[in-house]
């Protein structure tokens, strides 16, 4: 019997102890990634901290609500363009409305 696929069907498991409710596949991504690294360096206490991580980590909230503040920005703008949308189409349907009088009053 091939285990060819032992290490795929392991991660869908890892995966899967990993999930919670409503989170988003960049946090499973996150996660996994961690995950991995910590698998790879045989230890959790032989992780190599570097630099590079460390300012990682000192930067996440700043960069978490630049990316909020994008993501409501993007929001906003797609609401906004919602509403012109409802209120032209309002538009277009009160001018057939008038059209379809006139054409009746003209018959």
Not at 30 to 43: E, F, P, Q
Not at 83 to 103: D, F, G, H, P, Y
Request: proline content about 1%; glycine content about 2%; aromatic content about 4%.
């Amino acid at each position: 019997m091939s285990h060819g696929n032992a290490a795929v069907e392991s991660g869908f498991s890892i995966n899967k102890a990993m999930l919670i409710e409503n989170i988003q596949e960049r946090s499973v991504i996150a996660l996994r990634t961690v995950y991995d690294a910590v698998s790879n360096s045989g230890d959790l206490f032989k992780v190599d901290i570097t630099k590079q991580i460390i300012l990682a980590a000192r930067n996440a909230p700043r960069c978490y609500h630049e990316h909020l503040k994008a993501k409501n920005l993007i929001e906003k703008k797609s609401e906004e363009q919602a509403s012109i949308n409802k209120r032209a189409a309002e538009k277009i349907k009160e001018l057939k409305v008038k059209k379809m009088k006139i054409q009746q009053e003209a018959n």
